[in-house]
Nanobody, 122 residues
């Protein structure tokens, strides 16, 4: 079974920093588009940061631009989300996502981690 495993969540004060990690199987990490989503209580899940399919370019939600950075370590099959200048509004469960489209069958393969809680509070 394909499993994505997030880690690194926790409680941090406003203005602080936190880094979360996502470990993926090698065959997933090397061929799927990796990204981070988050979901706050009562809110829909939203894209936070991700690698653009087919390249190393990245995109970010407007709310986190300049504060969050997505990166990857190919040797460790791990993607990271470095979060700086955290705000209470960043409080959410953060999910790792791996996605790939089969253009022959038009089927989308989409995998999620279990999520890791990030709480920003004083």
């Amino acid at each position: 079974q394909v499993r994505l495993v997030e880690s690194g969540g926790g409680l941090v004060q406003p203005g602080g920093s936190l880094s979360v990690s996502c470990a993926a199987p090698g065959f997933i990490f090397s061929t799927y588009a990796m990204s981070w989503y988050r979901q706050a209580p009562g809110k829909e899940r939203e894209l936070v940061a991700g690698f653009i399919s087919g390249g190393d370019s990245t995109n970010y939600a407007d709310s986190v631009k300049g504060r969050f950075t997505i990166s990857r370590d190919n040797a460790k099959n791990t993607v990271y989300l470095q979060m700086n200048s955290l705000k209470p509004e960043d409080t959410a469960v953060y999910y790792c996502n791996a996605k790939r489209r089969d253009f022959v069958t038009d089927r989308i393969y989409n995998y999620w981690g279990q999520g890791t809680q990030v709480t920003v509070s004083s």
